[in-house]
């Protein structure tokens, strides 16, 4: 990979519809080597998707909640289905398996209090080997940024 190659990353973190010509346009060079450039960041993995950002709270879904989980116990089996148990559930739009006191962290999108007091009691609430958890409630997003610093 070379500076070329990173300008693409770069240009299609900020708008992955760039068409190719407008891409060639924004790295100084032709339409087909960008592409052939694309396609190969594609096969490589190092473009894993392209994915549509949707405004949460446009749809209703504005309140973010981060949610630290301590399990009862843990062995490979209970992470293993508490990993399916979470990647079903739609609330849940990230979760991250970390160290220190808690052992996962789960970004929330929600409604609102009520719903997200609901959901813990009705959803998470009902993870089997759950120990506890602690809410900590977005009060203003300051920076969110998609993609790796390339």
Known sequence: MDAIDLKILRELQKN???TH???AAKVNLSTTPVFERVRKLEREGIIDRYVTVLNSEKLGKGFTVFCSVKMARLGKEIADNFAQTVAAIPEVTECYNI????????KIQ????????????????????????ESSFVMDELKHDYG???
Do not use: C
Not at 101 to 106: G, P, S
């Open 21 to 23: 010509k407008e891409l």
């Open 148 to 150: 790796v610093s390339v």
């Open 110 to 133: 929600a409604p609102d209090m009520k719903y997200y007091q609901q959901f813990v009691l009705n959803v998470l609430g009902t993870i089997e080997h759950l120990g506890s958890l």
């Open 99 to 106: 160290s220190g006191q808690y052992d996962y962290l789960l």
């Open 16 to 18: 992955a519809r760039l």
